[in-house]
Nanobody, 116 residues
Framework: VQLQASGGGLVQAGGSLRLSCAAS????????MGWYRQAPGKQRELVAR???????FYIDSVKGRFTISRDNAKNTVALEMNSLKAEDTAVYYC???????????WGKGTQVTVSS
């Protein structure tokens, strides 16, 4: 499984960005997908997750602002980010975790910079 993330960029506080992650290989619909981020000097953290069954989870700091979704027909997962804050600035990573194996797949990160 290979993951390719895109959609990062520079945006002003209060603005919006949409990240997208395309997966190659088979079995996407049976994978739990997530977005993580890593800010300078900080550990990588989970931002949002969507399971193979379309259940979603968000960390408290992004609830109500971010929306994760998936399109199994296109093998993609997206993260819609609204009302962005300076503290959302980080490199964002797409993650895939198959339900059939104990393995994590990562895409290359995409930089999100929010100017205040």
């Amino acid at each position: 499984v290979q993951l390719q993330a895109s959609g990062g960029g520079l945006v002003q506080a209060g603005g919006s960005l949409r990240l997208s992650c395309a997966a190659s290989g088979s079995g996407f619909s049976f994978m739990n997908m997530g977005w993580y981020r890593q800010a300078p000097g900080k550990q990588r953290e989970l931002v949002a997750r969507i399971t193979a069954g379309h259940n979603t989870f968000y960390i408290d700091s992004v609830k109500g602002r971010f929306t994760i979704s998936r399109d199994n027909a296109k093998n993609t997962v997206a993260l819609e980010m609204n009302s962005l804050k300076a503290e959302d600035t980080a490199v964002y990573y797409c993650n895939g975790r198959p339900t059939w194996e104990n393995m994590d797949y990562w895409g290359k990160g995409t930089q999100v910079t929010v100017s205040s």
